[in-house]
Nanobody
């Protein structure tokens, strides 16, 4: 199981970024895929998750209406489209995967999630 995240960068407040996470290996490990983020001095927190078919998504309240998670199983990639970015969105973003549902992933603590990609830095300037 391998996850490779990319797409981070520096953007001004109000701008947009799209993160990508390419996955490979045991496809059953990717039933749910999600994005988490961690700011300096803070715990890793859930951002968004998506089920295998892409029909079910789940978001933390602070990003609803601004972020959209999607997946293309043919390309074995999950995306996080981030619009209307705010300085408080600044963090290292991590993609994750697990044999669960999107909603369940959103309720799990990070240590309980088995598969992680490396982080990608997102910095939003004011």
């Amino acid at each position: 199981v391998q996850l490779q995240a990319s797409g981070g960068g520096l953007v001004q407040a109000g701008g947009s970024l799209r993160l990508s996470c390419a996955f490979s290996g045991d496809i059953f490990a990717y039933r749910a895929m999600g994005w988490f983020r961690q700011s300096p001095g803070k715990e890793r927190e859930f951002v968004a998750a998506i089920g295998w078919s892409g029909a079910v998504t789940y978001y933390t309240e602070s990003v609803k209406g601004r972020f959209t998670v999607s997946r293309d199983n043919a390309k074995t990639t999950v995306y996080l489209q981030m619009n209307s970015l705010k300085p408080e969105d600044t963090a290292i973003y991590y993609c994750a995967a697990g044999r669960t549902t999107a909603q369940t992933m959103g309720l799990m603590t990070p240590p309980a999630i088995p598969y992680w990609g490396q982080g990608t830095q997102v910095t939003v300037s004011s």
